[in-house]
């Protein structure tokens, strides 16, 4: 990936550049590139994080593909939505570079893109890229041009989950701490009793006299 940016170092190299794309974009959809060998402790999902990382770089080169071919590229980052671990912030950002120089290709797949990204908003590491997504997109009027009423209702319905998210999470925190505050109360009702009956009979014992025996 790193070396794809250098762009003038595969300025002639057109034929082998497609064919890249091809492969990677063939290889996602089937999740059929390779486990990492067992004694690396690597997992596929980190080779699904090189491969959509060499795909960003391949965004750069649109101009040598075919709009099918660009279509292709933005289905594949939102086949990244959700299915490897750790690939869905790289691909939300991917698809955020595909606003810029995708515009076509993203705004007809976006629908798809919003209701998948409904589907993960919940998770903590995703949902503020997520929302900044969204955002970028809402500055874009002509990728959301023929949004129809449900599919602005979508949108509404992603930030909606993630705001009774934040707030279930609030309420959840709250009640935990008021849990261990009524604990730790309890504990020291409990303690101050203890410390008060073994008082009231250290004094009760202190008062009998030998006499009283």
């Known amino acids: 990936g790193a070396q794809l940016a250098n762009q003038n170092l595969f300025r002639g190299a057109a034929p082998q550049i497609k064919f890249l794309r091809s492969v990677i ?10 486990e990492p060998p067992s004694h690396t402790s690597l997992k596929k999902a980190d080779v699904a994080v090189c491969m959509f990382h060499v795909l960003t770089m391949l965004v ?10 660009q279509d292709e590229i933005v ?7 959700g299915s490897w671990d750790r690939t869905s912030k790289w691909c939300i950002h991917a698809l955020s570079v595909c606003c810029h120089e995708l515009p076509e290709s993203l705004g007809k797949s976006l629908s798809s893109i919003v209701q998948k990204m409904s589907q993960i908003i919940t998770q903590p590491q995703v949902a503020i890229h997520i929302l900044e997504f969204l955002a970028a997109a809402a500055r874009m009027p002509e990728l959301y041009k023929n949004f129809r009423e449900d599919e602005y209702k979508m949108v509404f319905g992603v930030s909606f989950r993630y705001l009774q998210y934040v707030r279930d999470q609030r309420d959840k925190a709250m009640s935990q701490a ?9 504990r020291h009702s409990d303690s101050f009793r203890e410390l008060r009956a073994a008082s009231e009979q ?9 006499s009283d025996d």
């Open 178 to 186: 008021a849990a261990r505050t009524a604990r730790a109360t309890m």
């Open 75 to 81: 289905r594949s980052f939102i086949l990244g939505l």
């Open 60 to 69: 750069g080169y649109s101009e040598l593909f075919a709009r099918g071919e």
């Open 202 to 210: 250290d004094i009760g014992l202190k008062g009998i006299s030998p």
């Open 25 to 34: 974009c063939d290889q996602i959809r089937a999740s059929s590139f390779f």
